[in-house]
Nanobody, 125 residues
Framework: QLQLVESGGGLVQPGGSLRLSCKAS??????????IGWFRQAPGKEREGVSC????????NYADSVKGRFTISRDNAKNTVYLQMNSLKPEDTAVYYC????????????????WGQGTQVTVSS
């Protein structure tokens, strides 16, 4: 059973940066077997996809709202996936989740098999 634990959230001023981490454990396959997605959910809103990456890491995608500001990456040796978030805006405030699925990436939250517990990101002055 793959387990995911997010960290790195917090309170940051508009224009600031945060790097979220998603540490994977409890699996027998290498992390590069799994496609990874970052999702977020703000109060009163549906969960939305932020970024996703194929199992090989060769394909990455970003929501239009974060393109040019966020970067997804993975370190398979550390079993960790990252989301670097720059130029943060108040509308980025949400609980951020990482998720994993077999093989390719996807924007569909329902296609992911494993989820972390989430980490709160608050952008406010």
């Amino acid at each position: 059973q793959l387990q995911l634990v997010e960290s790195g959230g917090g309170l940051v001023q508009p224009g600031g940066s945060l790097r979220l981490s998603c540490k994977a454990s409890g699996f027998t396959l290498n992390l590069n077997h799994y496609g990874i997605g970052w999702f977020r959910q703000a109060p009163g809103k549906e969960r939305e996809g932020v970024s996703c990456m194929s199992s090989s890491g060769g394909v990455t995608n970003y929501a239009d709202s974060v393109k040019g500001r966020f970067t997804i990456s993975r370190d398979n040796a550390k079993n960790t996936v990252y989301l670097q978030m720059n130029s943060l805006k108040p509308e980025d405030t949400a609980v951020y989740y990482c998720a994993a699925r077999d093989a390719g990436s996807s924007w569909s939250a329902s296609s992911y098999d494993y989820w972390g517990q989430g980490t709160q990101v608050t952008v406010s002055s």
